[in-house]
């Protein structure tokens, strides 16, 4: 649980949602969205759904390793690109915090088909999961339905 006070603490002190799908931790003074424990599918079209994620918008522009907006790829990124992916059509990025270079290559690929599927799937089917506005309401201390 410690652990956790050091998730709300964070999430309190920038002024974020916390994501959990641990019911024990108590957000009387931070919105949380508690995720259902179930498949990755389901909990994204959840997430979708209450907190309006859109999974195609600006898929790889951020750091795998610490979520920095990622840059261009300059020159001297270019030669730490492996040769049968510089050869690729582009673009290619790299992070200016940890200096790691990403580019297009079938990873992007499947992971772009999945966002794909993700954006159809949340728009098809609905959940039976409580709206966010009752969720962070509960999570206050306030019951279902309160403003």
Known sequence: MAAG?????RARREGRLLLTCDRRLDGRAVAILHLPMAP??????ELARQARVDWCRAPFTRCLVDNAPLRPADAGDM???PEPAARLPGPFRSCPACGRVFWPGSH???MRARL???AAASQ?????VRSTKEQVATTQGAGPGAA
């Open 40 to 45: 990755l599918e389901v909990q994204a079209r």
């Open 108 to 110: 992007v690929r499947r």
């Open 116 to 118: 794909e599927a993700l």
């Open 5 to 9: 006070c050091g998730l709300l603490a």
């Open 124 to 128: 098809a089917s609905p959940t039976s």
């Open 79 to 81: 030669r730490r690109v």
